[in-house]
């Protein structure tokens, strides 16, 4: 599906009440979705109180009966067809680091991305297309993982991305891309960004890459199949 073709604003009471009626158009089918959450729908969820989306970045098994629920959703909320965005796909890790955060949603198997997840996934999206909101929400989700230098960052996206692609998006990519985005974030606080480029090139050459663990269980596999 293609992004919404006017700009409109949803906000995290807006997506939960569509998402609890797409659920209902579900249960009316006979079906249970299975679904996850990206992007910056999944920022306003669980970490942002603030954040609007024009969207939600989803991937979904049901494929056909998920979209014809989400058009009655949209009409009945007057909203465009196009609020469900699956084009994320390629952005998604079947082995997501961090805790999913599952919603109680009658009709769906609903989770949103951990902070971890979400946090590669913008790193990754970033090295293809830049846009001022991704990159705002990439600072957010570092800072939200008390990460403060562009290398933490780009070492959490590598472990989070190594050997899942054949492309040639690498550390470099994912290192830049960080740096980008603090040093815009730094510029517009009034803040030095030569301090935060100094402590991230310290120790370079060393094998100090931050580590995260997960203990969740659920899989993703069967989004993606």
């Known amino acids: ?13 807006r997506v939960l009440q569509m998402l609890t009626d797409l659920g209902a158009h579900m249960k009316e089918r006979g079906l249970i979705a299975n679904v996850q959450i990206v992007g910056g729908a999944a920022i306003a969820l669980t970490l942002k109180d603030e954040r609007f989306t024009q969207d ?6 049901h494929y056909e009966d998920f979209l014809a629920a989400s ?13 469900i965005a699956d084009d994320v796909a390629d952005f998604v890790s079947q082995d997501p680091i961090g805790e999913p955060v599952e919603l109680a949603i009658d009709g769906l198997n609903c989770y949103v991305a951990s902070p971890e997840h979400l946090l590669a996934m913008k790193v ?8 001022e909101k991704d990159s705002e929400d990439l600072v957010f989700l570092a800072e939200h993982l008390g990460l403060t230098t562009p290398r933490q960052v780009a070492d959490l996206t590598k472990r989070q991305f190594e050997g899942l692609y054949r492309d040639q998006i690498g550390y470099d990519e994912y290192l830049a891309t960080a740096r980008d985005a603090f040093l815009v974030a730094d510029l517009l606080a009034g803040r030095d960004p030569l301090a935060r480029m100094t402590t991230s090139t310290e120790g370079e050459d060393s094998d100090n890459e931050v580590e995260y663990t997960s203990d969740q269980d659920f899989s993703y596999e069967d989004l993606h199949n």
Do not use: I, K
């Open 71 to 83: 058009y009655d959703v949209a009409e009945s909320h007057g909203v465009q067809h196009d609020w």
């Open 1 to 13: 599906m293609s992004r919404p073709s006017f700009h409109q604003q949803l906000d995290r009471t």
């Open 124 to 131: 990754r999206a970033a090295t293809v297309r830049v846009s």
């Open 56 to 61: 939600v970045d989803a991937v979904f098994d």
